[in-house]
């Protein structure tokens, strides 16, 4: 939620300054009263009062986001789809169904990727530290996870057993975030990063007397 002070004559007038000057249609905002104005008397001595305005920026969000995404899939000539939305607060995943799936998800989610930093881009959705806004095609994100999770326990042990260093694929920064809350839980390995950008290769690594790896 936002919260805005506004000085008006009315409710009505402080609502109309936050719908024009913050662009967020009425349908997201409530308002309360937290000091009542006076009309004076033929003019004289009016004062304005304070009102307290509260905007569900989420709500909005979440719907500017669902059209945008639905424009450019319009764009991108893919037919049949919908965009369902799936709360998980503070995660927010708009997950597209589409026969046009393989396409959309793209060679190692590529074309997915694509799409979720264009939508990022467009709505900094950087700066929104305390949700996420992932996008998804058919639960793809879930079952390519749950996989990786499996594949990072499985070399966490082969790591516990040789002490060698193991290599998983390169991953985008939620994917990868994921897999490091995962290995962290497991004793006596850890994880290490490497590479430029959004996608970067991930070590399993021992906590103890590993060598320093040269990045790549």
Not at 36 to 58: A, H, P, T
């Amino acid at each position: 939620m936002k919260y805005f002070e506004i000085e008006a004559q009315s409710i009505d007038e402080a609502i109309d300054k936050v719908v024009s000057e913050q662009k967020y249609p009425r349908e997201f905002i409530e308002a309360e009263v937290i000091e009542e104005g006076s009309k004076g008397f033929l003019g004289i001595g009016r004062k304005n009062g304070l009102y307290k305005i509260k905007v569900n920026d989420y709500e909005y969000l979440k719907r500017k986001i669902k059209l945008t995404l639905t424009e450019i899939l319009e764009k991108m000539d893919i037919h049949n789809f919908r965009v369902e939305i799936i709360e998980d607060y503070p995660t927010c995943k708009f997950n597209i169904i589409s026969e046009d799936s393989n396409i959309l998800i793209g060679k190692t989610a590529q074309t997915l990727n694509a799409l979720q930093h264009i939508i990022d881009k467009i709505f900094n959705l950087e700066d929104e530290s305390d949700k996420q806004f992932i996008l998804d095609v058919e639960n793809y994100r879930d079952r390519i996870l749950t996989y990786l999770k499996e594949k990072a326990t499985s070399l966490a042990a082969n790591v516990l057993r040789t002490g060698k260093p193991a290599k998983m694929p390169p991953m985008v920064t939620m994917i990868r975030k994921e897999i490091h809350m995962s290995v962290k839980e497991i004793k006596g390995v850890k994880t290490e990063s490497y590479g430029n950008g959004d996608i970067k290769t991930l070590y399993i690594v021992p906590e103890k007397g590993k060598k320093k790896r040269e990045r790549r």
